[in-house]
Nanobody, 127 residues
Framework: QVQLAESGGGLVQAGGSLRLSCAPS????????MAWFRQALGKEREFLAG????????GYASSVKGRFTISRDNTKNSVYLQMNSLKPEDTAVYYC????????????????????WGQGTQVTVSS
């Protein structure tokens, strides 16, 4: 069973930065598109960013484009989300997800397209 483990969340002031990491286990990491989602209290889970198998393509939600950057290091089996210029509305639980379909260059944005999820890490941005 695939397991994903996020880290790097915490409390930060508005305008600050955080870097989230996700390290899957029991997964040949380089085969899969990876993504970050978030879910704020009382809201639906929201796609933030995705990256294809070799990092050749990335995609972002308009709400974070220009502020967040997704990257991956296949030698370290890790995917990252660098978050800059954080705002209070970025407060949410952040999830790492893997698309297990093995389709090359696929970059889905719907949560039900991703079969493996981490437990989430809380990000709180104070004003």
């Amino acid at each position: 069973q695939v397991q994903l483990a996020e880290s790097g969340g915490g409390l930060v002031q508005a305008g600050g930065s955080l870097r989230l990491s996700c390290a899957p286990s029991r997964l040949t990491f380089s085969w899969y598109t990876m993504a970050w989602f978030r879910q704020a209290l009382g809201k639906e889970r929201e796609f933030l960013a995705g990256i294809t198998q070799n990092g050749g393509s990335t995609g972002y939600a308009s709400s974070v484009k220009g502020r967040f950057t997704i990257s991956r290091d296949n030698t370290k089996n890790s995917v990252y989300l660098q978050m800059n210029s954080l705002k209070p509305e970025d407060t949410a639980v952040y999830y790492c997800a893997a698309d297990l379909t093995l389709a090359p260059h696929r970059l889905p944005t719907e949560s039900d397209e991703y079969a493996a999820w981490g437990q989430g890490t809380q990000v709180t941005v104070s004003s």
